[in-house]
């Protein structure tokens, strides 16, 4: 299994939103409603922030956001603030009952 | 809260098998429907999810990490754990283990474990 095709890093500016794509295919992204993200500080676990595509575990901020489309999901996370900046992760459910990760995206907050 | 705790050699020689356990604690491992499993990261790069146990025992493996893999869960230690046979450089990661309510979503994780390969 391939994995995930996520942009290697984004970046802007306290209060701006940006936008965090994942692309997979017809046999986990876009085949399932079984998408997640994650967000890794550098030296910690990743911590699950969304998950079946949209829906946000308890706690987490809703300035995070997600959907999907096809064979591409997406993480929008609005009104950045510096706790913001870390490496964030996808994921699919796939065809063959296993997990792929995307190869994950570096946030800089500017 | 449950918690998770990752245990095993932190350097393994090549060709050797890398073993690592995760103790639950506040929890039971066999009281509910979870799936348990092993993700690993390489020292710089992305994550990699290696494979799950469910709580019956029925495992799912990464297809490229399959034919050296084996994963367990022993109740009475209240403890699932991770044998890769035949490692290489290549099998240099941080290690994770985590729970999840289903196969796709592992939510609680613990800390890691570095794990190197080298002679």
């Known amino acids: 299994q391939s994995a995930l095709t996520q942009p290697a890093s984004v970046s802007g500016s306290p209060g701006q939103s940006i936008t965090i794509s994942c692309t997979g295919t017809s046999s986990d992204v876009g085949g399932y409603n079984y998408v997640s993200w994650y967000q890794q500080h550098p030296g910690k676990a990743p911590e699950l922030m969304i998950y079946?595509?949209?829906v946000r575990p308890s706690g987490i901020s809703n300035r995070f956001s997600a959907s999907k489309s096809g064979n591409t999901a997406s993480l929008t996370i609005s009104g950045l603030q510096a706790e913001d900046e870390a490496a964030y992760y996808c994921s699919s459910y796939t065809s063959i009952t296993t997990v792929v990760f995307g190869g994950g995206t570096k946030l800089t907050v500017l | 809260q449950v918690q998770l705790q990752e245990s095993g050699p932190g350097l393994v020689k090549p060709s050797q098998t890398l073993s690592l356990t995760c103790a639950v604690s506040?929890?039971?491992?066999?009281?509910?429907?979870?799936?348990w499993s092993w993700i690993r990261q390489p020292p710089g790069k992305g994550l990699e999810w290696i494979g799950s146990?469910?709580?019956?025992?029925?495992?799912y493996y990464n297809p490229s990490l399959k034919s050296r893999l084996t994963m367990s869960v022993d109740t009475s230690k209240n403890q699932f754990s991770l044998n890769l046979s035949s490692v290489t450089a290549a099998d240099t990661a941080v290690y994770y283990c985590?729970?999840?309510?289903?196969?796709?979503?592992?939510?609680?994780w613990g800390q890691g474990t570095l794990v190197t390969v080298s002679s």
């Open positions: 506040a929890g039971s491992i066999s009281s509910g429907a979870f799936y």
């Open positions: 079946d595509v949209s």
């Open positions: 985590a729970r999840g309510g289903t196969l796709q979503y592992p939510k609680d």
């Open positions: 146990i469910y709580y019956s025992g029925s495992t």
